[in-house]
């Protein structure tokens, strides 16, 4: 096996340049006839094909692959995830919400067309990741599969996962909702904001393997870990990152009073988090061979990434 560090970044850039594939396929399949407008059309392009490091395309497929199913079998899953995951985003960036102009470096979806046409590219992408998902006529495997898929997905996206999470943030940023929110509130929050759809990519290899209980838990745990990981590297690079490497604004977490691990923890300690964050996603894998490396090296890029 190539040494991770090298061939990690290459298989990013693969994995990433087959969702890309597999995503502007769908979206011009979909968007041909007469019946998807325009305006609609580019929206979500631009929302869906303006970069991104496609993390969780990758996990999924990585992951799969980790239980020996192919990269053509993960795609549709890993391509539904990424529809979910730019939604969420393009939700995330309107004046409602954090009102962003600044997204993968290039003009929010909002302030590149506009409000209405953002909340409707972000209810296109929403449904059509659960159209990719439930497709019959795509490599996926058994309708069980596809089912199971469906339903963690909808969980994880939903208000027991993302969209509550983004709902208890929201709480805090715009109504000062808990006054001091504590530790076991903020990663609460992020578990479900940021957590769950991470979670989800490695579980998907896990359904899609048919991996033992052992097996999935194993998966789980790495996941949330990962997950808890990300999002202090999130926030760290919110207040040590620059804009113009991070492709977002940064600095605006304490600003608008967000609910962090370095507002609660301090720098310091938040620092320490993230690297027992890295370390546990490690311990977690410890069941599998070499053949996980590449999930132990997503945990070295995610602690270290700087954007
Ligand atoms: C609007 C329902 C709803 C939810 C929004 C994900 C989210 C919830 C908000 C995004 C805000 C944010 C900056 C969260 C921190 C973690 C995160 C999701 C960062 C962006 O993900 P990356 O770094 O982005 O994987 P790319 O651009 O690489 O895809």
């Known amino acids: 096996m190539p040494a991770p560090d090298t061939s990690f970044r290459d298989r990013l850039v693969a994995h990433a340049s087959a969702t890309d594939h597999y995503l502007t396929e769908i979206i011009s399949q979909q968007s041909s006839g007469e019946r998807v407008p325009e305006r609609l059309r580019d929206a979500v392009k631009h929302a869906v094909l303006s970069g991104g490091k496609r993390l969780r395309p990758f996990l999924v497929i990585e992951s799969a692959q980790l239980f020996g199913v192919s990269r053509d079998r993960a795609l549709p899953v890993a391509a539904a995830l990424e529809c979910i995951h730019c939604y969420s985003l393009v939700h995330d960036d309107l004046p409602a919400m954090d009102n962003d102009t600044l997204r993968r470096g290039q003009p929010t979806v909002w302030s590149a067309f506009d409000e209405w046409t953002a909340i409707l590219a972000g209810d296109a992408l929403l449904t059509l990741a659960f159209e990719i998902l439930s497709d019959p006529l795509n490599k996926i495997g058994s309708a069980e599969h596809r089912l199971a898929l469906t339903q963690r997905l909808a969980t994880a ?103 962090t691990l370095i507002g609660v923890l301090g720098l310091n300690r938040a620092r320490q988090e993230l690297e027992a964050a890295h370390d546990d996603a490690h311990r977690s894998l410890a069941q599998f061979g070499p053949e996980a490396d590449m999930l132990r090296a997503t945990a070295g890029f995610v602690i270290k990434r700087d954007r």
């Open 157 to 259: 996206s939903g208000w027991l996962g993302m969209v509550g999470g983004q709902c208890i943030d929201l709480e805090a940023d715009k109504l000062g909702q808990p006054k001091d929110p504590d530790e076991a509130h903020v990663r609460k929050l992020q578990s479900m904001k940021t957590g769950a759809l991470i979670c989800f990519a490695v579980e998907a290899g896990a359904i899609l393997g048919d991996a033992t209980p052992d097996q999935f838990a194993a998966i789980s745990r790495y996941g949330r870990a990962l997950g808890l990981a990300f999002q202090i590297a999130d926030d760290l690079l919110d207040v040590e990152g620059s804009a113009d490497v991070v492709g977002k604004a940064t600095g605006k977490d304490a600003e608008a009073g967000k609910a």
